[in-house]
């Protein structure tokens, strides 16, 4: 492959030139014919050279140039709450992600992944080629009834729709309840996607100013009362960005507040898995009357593999059913759901996350020292997961500093793109994980020497 | 495992019990400790047992019955466009699915699928972990922009996004394009998924009669003119459900109608890997100014593994990476798009398509030759893919047949389900693969006699 490349490139081969016959390019290569028929055959799948059978193999008519430019993330784009996913999604392998939401790939269950493929290269026709059901891998659905069984939460499978990300499944919800103009209700700061999500719905986002046990319970009810919000979306335990967890007495309020003016919740559950032990849940409490729970398994198992769910009314999943066949045919991925399965049913994957959760706490407290050496406090020391929600040093505009961190190759979280009333100027999220790598201190503090004060 | 599932079965272990410790277990069952920590870790890992350290394995406080009955399809839904996928969907192993839009498990390239799930069970790290770009995998991106070149289309790969599917790819174009009240144009009869989309979308479909040639190019133009319609959606080779085939002469003038009302085009190209070889395309034709070209590998690779792909105008591609980010958060998993690369680039894929083309040649010759003994007839003969659109004997409602072939255990495509001006009450999609399986025509005969006429 590499030398019919090399000719194409060398315009020794032309469009529409004939490739040398199998018998002699073997011979000229020193190979076998079956090589160089695969080397062919590679070389017409990709588009690159075509069969006419009988007469041989021709360089494609359009061969295409080479050496073909990828785009890099743009730097000029608005600080908003997209900003953050684009930076760091597109960043080089060069780029140090100290805002990204994800664990570094390494801190991931990579063996259990590994063996659940190989499972996979073994499995039915079916599972590899075919759809699957509507509400996507029944086995799944299963082992994540049994998990919120035992937290408190019994619901049937059936009431569970797996989704290709949690994202996804918040934006079914947002289909099925919202209508443009409504208005929904968020954490302040929250989730900068959930911004992004709501934008997209065309929806009015109202901030509810957001404390160390979860939304302000009074200033949660004036908001039910000022702007009846069709929706409430959040993250009980550990909140993004803050790492914070909804008290008992805070989840009381907020669904009596709920019931109260007939609000439906979405509590974003995508980082249970990393709790050192469990936090109330507002599905629980409700047992999924007006509350509905997302979850994926982005952040514990992989993100690559994607896979979330929604678990919720009866009415609400056979709803949400149709406008997940109508807007992506069917439901998650099956082989994904496969992969999911394998890895969460495999034995090592509950010792994986005692000693990811340990990793993480000891993270927490490296990261938490070398930051107050720049200045930069914590707001909370979360229980667990990923995140350092923190106040930077008097003075400093955190979008400057995100700016500024670019040219360091250096991506980082600034608190307005989480924050609906663009109170959080002062404050940066930092992901832990990301922050053990040894270039992040110097990264930091050079970026933060550059930045506008 | 079975043995403390079958306690519980039998309330010889109840809620909050301990279980015996796992040295005491290993000697009762005769097998090696270690086996008994596997299997408690995955009773764990399950919710069904709960690991509390230092004092041992308890039953969940919620241990949920073990026997969970699963849904079936509702049989009382009305058939409208989203009643052929729940239903073929959701059917059971021993219904036979006349009506679907996928080819048998055992047809598809299944060995090569398990030779890419090898070949991850090797990946990076990165591969395996990571969200990826937000535009999805470059190696997969570039091999497209290679067979597009191919095919006289030339396009960078940063002109290509990669989503999780083909619907999910004409979602996020209705969603950047379309506003509620819209009117978008569909051939009639057309894909019946197109139309549940477009509901979701609250636009005004419109559909313009479809010929074997394509659509009516005199009524096109006429439904631009009374319409303004926004889009126009479609498929150029294999047109589902009619395995029509775009001419020349239409393509041509269907691209200076655009022109001439500001018409955007999408052409889902699902069906082009199924040709004999290469037939006109819109995309090719424009150069990708207004028609954006979609498709997927779901019809001849794997459905499990969901994978589709838009290729468009740069700005269109910028702007619909920020949508995918908002409301999937990143591309599709680049698990699937590495599935997808190795396969595609299997040297065996393309004998697989070749092989593929004449057994779906056949199978259609034979299915028309059995149809036609019923009084079922074909509206044409496709050049490739797996559809027969046929009309019905005389006074069979399609609706009604496809109701009483339910109580066969039979899913069919009734006619009007693609039709938006529903005039094809006497017309069925078959699928000529399915049409294979030796119990089909007395089913689809029973079927005819149970129909009321």
């Known amino acids: 492959m ?15 030139e004939k490739l040398p016959s199998i018998r002699r390019f073997a011979a ?4 076998s014919p079956s090589t160089v028929v695969e080397a062919y055959d590679r070389l017409a799948a990709e588009g690159t050279i075509v069969s006419r059978p009988g007469s041989g193999f021709y360089v494609s008519r359009s061969a295409p140039s080479l ?7 743009r730097r000029d784009m608005a600080v908003d709450p997209l900003w953050v996913s684009r930076q760091s999604l597109d960043a080089g392998t060069d780029v140090l992600k100290l805002g990204c939401g994800w664990l570094p790939s390494g801190w991931m269950p990579n063996a259990a992944i590994r063996r659940a ?3 996979l290269a073994k499995a039915d026709d079916v599972v590899l080629a075919d759809y699957g059901n509507t509400r996507g891998s029944l086995p799944l659905r299963r082992l994540l009834a049994r998990q919120f069984a035992a937290e408190g939460l019994d619901l049937r499978p059936s009431q569970l729709l797996l989704t290709s990300s949690g994202t996804q ?7 099925l309840l919202l209508r443009p103009g409504d208005r929904v209700l968020v954490d302040d700061p929250c989730y900068f996607n959930f911004q992004a999500l709501l934008r997209v719905h065309q929806v009015r986002i109202v901030g509810v100013p957001f404390t160390p046990t979860g939304p302000d319970p009074s200033l949660f009810s004036e908001a039910l009362a000022a702007h009846r919000p069709r929706l409430y979306i959040t993250n009980s335990a550990l909140h993004n960005p803050t790492g914070a967890t909804l008290s008992p007495q805070t989840a009381h309020r907020i669904l009596n507040a709920a019931a109260a003016h007939d609000l439906t919740i979405v509590e974003d559950d995508i980082f249970a898995d990393l709790e050192p032990e469990p936090s109330p849940r507002l599905a629980a409490l409700d047992g999924l009357s007006r509350v509905i729970r997302i979850g994926s398994f982005s952040k514990t198992l992989s993100a690559s593999v994607r896979c979330g769910y929604v678990a919720a009314r009866s009415d609400w999943i056979e709803a949400l059913v149709d406008l997940q066949v109508a807007t992506s045919f069917g439901g998650p991925s099956p082989v994904a759901a496969e992969l999911v399965y394998a890895t969460l049913s495999d034995g090592s994957y509950r010792k994986h996350l005692d000693a990811l959760r340990r990793r993480l706490s000891k993270a927490r407290r490296e990261a938490a020292g070398k930051l107050e050496r720049l200045g930069i406090r914590p707001w909370l020391m979360p229980r667990g997961g990923f995140y350092l929600w923190c106040e930077l040093p008097e003075g400093l505009d955190a979008a400057e500093l995100a700016r500024a961190a670019l040219r ?3 991506v980082l979280a600034p608190g307005d793109v989480f924050s609906p009333s663009r109170s959080a100027g002062g404050f940066m999220r930092f992901n832990v994980a990301q922050m053990s790598d040894p270039r992040a201190i110097a990264l930091l ?9």
């Open 408 to 410: 360091e190759k250096l």
């Open 169 to 175: 499944a918040i934006d079914l919800i947002c289909r």
């Open 67 to 73: 050496a073909i430019a990828e785009v890099e993330p």
């Open 445 to 453: 503090s050079r970026a933060m020497d550059g930045a506008d004060r």
């Open 28 to 31: 000229v290569m020193g190979v």
């Open 2 to 16: 590499d030398e019919i490349r090399g000719k194409l490139a060398g315009r020794a081969l032309g469009p529409g």
């Open 117 to 119: 493929a190989r499972g």
